[in-house]
Structures are given as structure tokens and as C-alpha cells.
């Protein structure tokens, strides 16, 4: 039965809607080609970090390595925790981000670090000189070109193996993010690694670190978030192949933000000017299109359970609790006060999960399992509300004293 609350009766006593029992179909049993490809990736992924964490011993040495890992966690935490609140309406797979960060980390570092290489063997071997233009080349070109495709590949991977969860633009986003922070991690161990070596004092390191970790922590996370968000739109408009042209596309201001950044030491005659005149508003910019996007999540979150209350499976007022921030943290400080917070929190993860499942069902991606996840989602449903048995009515917010109308069944 809901516990929800729905409004106040004339004698001033709560109303609490019971919704309809709908027959649940039996879950199909998964396969298993997530599970082994899953395996595959992070022994792979393993195997790559060992060897990147090999080279960055051997460039730096024990005590810079160690230096670098403790400034280079502060630029990450900070990160962590923004990536943390834009995934909290709809949270991606633990496993999945997992992969996402240590495809940045490792992966994607071993990428730009063969191409360097073949880069300077070239080089030498043709015995062409550093100057000015051979550096602009490698800082402007090459660098966001192999970065950011690196960087995208690893997007592009779990597009294709995680199309059950891959909903959407904010998933795109995410997982775009939890990639360039993983990438930005190692190369800032470098950075700083290499600053303690060759700086005699704290000076070099100081400026290293402000520019890296205070004043650009997220730079990597804007660049590849655009290859992110494209995919994302392809999850809702395409299949597996067709995710190839949006992540071309998305390419395409990555590599030009990265390359803008890149490019400010060259021809910004005041860098710091530049930093404010141009960085921090495309940075504000970010944050707008981040809060439009997860507007975006609760606005399809209350309009598809909103059909499954038409036929019983949820009360309006859960509808309205469960497609809310300040509904959720209402419901969910009430069901902590009553003990229950784990199987609440737990509830409501299911049914965002059941709308965004209903929403790859109307785009027909049914070939991808929604008629299968949706059965299980309502059966897991389904046993969050016998957890929930002992949850008392929410109470209402003060001066609420609509009645709501009875649900469909």
C-alpha cells in the first residue's frame, strides 16, 4: 500500500491514497554479455594503469609521486562531488563510472602519451628543430585532437555497452565528466610531479597548482562533457552505430574549447584577463545548461510515472514527491525519522529508473530490454512497498489542504 500523503480532509485529518495492484510479468533472466565485457574492460583497463603508474614512477620517483598524488586529490575530490550532484537525480552505475574514470586515468593517458611519442620520434628523425610553431602544433592541434578522441572513445564504449542506463544527455554528461576527471587526475600527477622536480622552491609549484587545481579544475570536465552530451542525445535518437556521427559531432567543441584553452598562452597578453573575460562565463554557461538539463530529468520523470498513476502503480502525491528535489528530501528525512531511509531511498531509485526505462519504451528502444527492465522494475517496486509497510503517512507541509483525487484503477 502508499503511504504518501495526499492531502487534508475537512475534519483535519490526513488523507493517504492506496493505489491499485497491478499484475507484474516475471522478469526474463539477463544474459550475460555485460557481465563478461564488463570483466574484459577492467582487466584490460588494470593491465593499462599498472603500466601508465610504471611510467610516472620512473618520470618522477618515489617522493614527487607521492607529493603530486596528495595536490593532485584535492583538483579531484572537488570534481568528484560536482559530478556526484549532477548524477544525483538518476545515479549511473557504479561499476560503469568506475570504468569511465579509470578509461580517463589510464587509457586515455597511455592514447596521448604513444601519440607524443611517435610525435618527437618523427621529429628527431626528420631532425626538425623545436620552435614556436612546432610547439603550437602539439599544444593546439594534436593535444585536443588525440585528447579529446581519446578521451570520447571511452564515452563512446559505454554508450554501446550500457544502453540500458545510458538515458540520456545528463548521463552523457556524467559519464563525460567522470572520464575527464580521471584523465586530468594523471596528468595533473604529472604536472605537479615535474614542478616539484625542476622548481628550486615552492614558487613553481604554487603557480602550477593555482592554475590546475584552483582556477581550472574543471576545464577537462567542460571539453569532453560536450562529446558526452551528444551521445547522450543519441541514446534517446539512434542505435549503436548511429552514436558513431553524434560522437564525431560532439567532438567538434571539444576540441575547439580545448584548443582555446590551450591556445591563451600564445596570444593572451594578460592570461588572467583572459581566464575571466572568457573562461569563467563559458564556465557559467556550463552550469546553466547542467541545472536546464536536470530540470529537464524531473520535468520527464513526473510525466512518465504520471502514466503509471493512471493505472494504479502510484498515488499523485508520490508522483509529485518522486519528481521533486524538495519532495524527495521531504519524503526521504520523514522515512530516515521512521527508520526506513535505506528501503525509501531505495523506492525511489526504482521508480526513476521505471521513468526513464518508459521513456527508451516510448522512443522504441524496446530492442535494448525495456519491456524486460520495466517488468522487473515493477516487480522490484512491488517489494519496496512491503519494506515500506511500517512507513507511517508523510505529513503535510503547513497550510496544504487540497484533497487530491482518487487515482485510476
Given amino acids: 500500500m502508499s503511504h504518501a500523503f495526499s492531502g487534508v480532509a475537512p475534519s483535519g485529518q490526513p488523507v493517504v491514497e492506496h493505489p491499485a495492484q497491478v499484475p507484474v510479468v516475471r522478469p526474463v533472466r539477463r544474459n550475460k554479455r555485460t557481465i563478461v565485457l564488463a570483466i574484459i574492460g577492467f582487466v584490460v583497463l588494470s593491465l593499462v594503469l599498472v603500466v601508465v603508474a610504471e611510467y610516472l614512477f620512473l618520470v618522477l620517483g618515489p617522493r614527487a609521486l607521492l607529493i603530486a598524488l596528495v595536490l593532485a586529490a584535492i583538483p579531484l575530490v572537488i570534481v568528484l562531488f560536482g559530478i556526484r550532484w549532477i548524477d544525483r537525480w538518476e545515479p549511473e552505475p557504479r561499476g560503469a563510472l568506475v570504468f569511465a574514470f579509470l578509461w580517463g586515468a589510464a587509457a586515455s593517458i597511455l592514447i596521448a602519451l604513444i601519440f607524443s611519442s611517435i610525435t618527437q620520434d618523427y621529429r628527431a628523425a626528420a631532425n626538425i628543430q623545436s620552435s614556436v610553431g612546432t610547439e603550437l602544433f602539439e599544444t593546439v592541434v594534436q593535444a585536443p585532437i588525440v585528447e579529446e578522441t581519446a578521451k570520447g572513445f571511452g564515452i563512446l564504449l559505454l554508450f554501446w555497452v550500457m544502453r540500458r542506463t545510458f538515458d540520456g544527455p545528463v548521463d552523457g554528461l556524467v559519464y563525460g565528466a567522470t572520464v575527464a576527471i580521471g584523465f586530468a587526475f594523471t596528468e595533473n600527477l604529472q604536472y605537479f610531479g615535474l614542478a616539484l622536480l625542476h622548481s628550486n622552491g615552492g614558487v613553481g609549484v604554487a603557480s602550477v597548482f593555482l592554475l590546475r587545481a584552483v582556477l581550472s579544475p574543471f ?13 547522450g542525445v543519441a541514446a534517446k535518437r539512434t542505435n549503436g552505430l548511429g552514436g558513431i556521427g553524434f560522437f564525431m559531432l560532439g567532438l567538434i567543441p571539444a576540441v575547439l574549447l580545448h584548443a582555446l584553452w590551450n591556445s591563451a598562452g600564445f596570444w593572451a597578453d594578460n592570461w588572467f584577463e583572459y581566464y575571466f573575460v572568457v573562461q569563467v562565463p563559458l564556465f557559467i554557461l556550463g552550469i546553466v545548461g547542467v541545472v536546464r538539463l536536470r530540470r529537464r530529468e524531473q520535468l520527464l520523470t513526473h510525466a512518465r510515472l504520471s502514466e503509471y498513476a493512471a493505472v494504479g502503480w502510484f498515488t499523485p502525491s508520490e ?7 524538495t519532495g524527495r528530501r521531504q519524503a526521504v528525512a520523514w522515512a530516515a525519522r521512521n527508520r526506513l531511509k535505506k528501503p525509501y531511498l531505495k523506492f525511489v531509485r526504482d521508480a526513476t529508473h521505471l521513468a526513464f526505462t518508459r521513456e527508451r519504451l516510448i522512443n522504441g528502444k524496446d530492442r535494448i530490454g525495456g519491456q524486460r527492465d520495466e517488468a522487473e522494475l515493477l516487480d522490484a517496486l512491488g517489494k519496496d512497498r512491503l519494506s515500506l509497510a511500517g512507513l507511517p503517512p508523510v505529513p503535510p507541509p503547513p497550510g496544504y489542504v487540497i484533497v487530491s483525487a482518487p487515482p485510476a484503477t
Wanted: glycine fraction near 10%.
Fill in 219 to 231: 576545464a577537462h570536465v567542460m571539453f569532453t562533457a560536450c562529446t558526452g552530451v551528444l551521445l
Fill in 319 to 325: 508522483v509529485n514527491q518522486l519528481s521533486t528535489g
